[in-house]
């Protein structure tokens, strides 16, 4: 099957391609957000192919992740949506841009995003996570704690960024991602955008992992440390409480809990490799790419098929 879908999540595609389709990603000379091409810091196979979009004419199906997209899609294609977010706005009331229409399917990332999102009569599904299963393993020698999120500041309460000031006292902390460079201080190290594979080797010598999201889709990064072996400290919000089982991490919307959590495993060592250990097998139990890529095909050969 041959797919039209536009390079806007690096992580979530690069999972999505591992899949046996033929995968075409619009590029311009820009190399813009509407123009992307093949990723230059994740590793996709060669049946990613990136042309002009003028040029992609032999798609059975289009995946698109903006509503913006929707109009570039040409005519007659079936269209997918995968939405990755949480709803903002008048929570839970808040229309999905595209409700009520029935010539596409809204794929949600999580349970609680199609709970929360008022899809009206749009037909939707849910497909979870899968992520290629990182190379990294946790050793946690250093006790400090890591945290993988992009633009705090700017996003501020949104990625918890005020909490992280409750946290530094019990353990120096290194945060990674897009737009964090801004963060430096005495106890907070930041390291902005780094190669996935590099910040993995990275966060696995860390002694846990925080997950300070008041309101975010379940984040792929947290799915990575968990299948690394890392332990986590997170807030009990969104889907993090489906994917983070008791003996796998502390979640609690107690910061002081979890304040005191991270103290405990920083001070007990092996406590955080137990952990860590459950939180492998959850993780790569339920967030497979086996399963995700069949999730996937299913849905594929469905609406692609089925719309012709």
Partial sequence: MNILLWHVHGSWTTSFVQGKHRYLIPVNDARDEWGRGRARTFDWPDSVEELPLDQIRDADVAIVQRPEEIDLVPPSLPVIYVEHNTPKGDVPDTRHPLADRDDVVIAHVTHFNELFWDCGSTRTTVIEHGIVEPKARWTGELERLAI??????????????????????????????????????????????PPQAAMHEQLAQRRAYLHLCRWTSLGLSLIEAMQMGMPVIGLATTEAIAAVPPDAGVLSTRVDTLVEAAQWLIDEPEEARRMGERARRTALARYGLDRFLADWDHLLEEHACGSR
């Fill in 148 to 193: 993988v999120t992009n633009e705090p500041i700017r996003r501020g309460r949104v990625t918890g960024t005020d909490l992280f000031g409750r946290f530094s006292p019990v353990a120096p902390l290194d945060v990674f991602g897009m737009g964090v460079a801004g963060l430096r201080s005495e106890r907070i190290t930041p390291y902005d955008d």
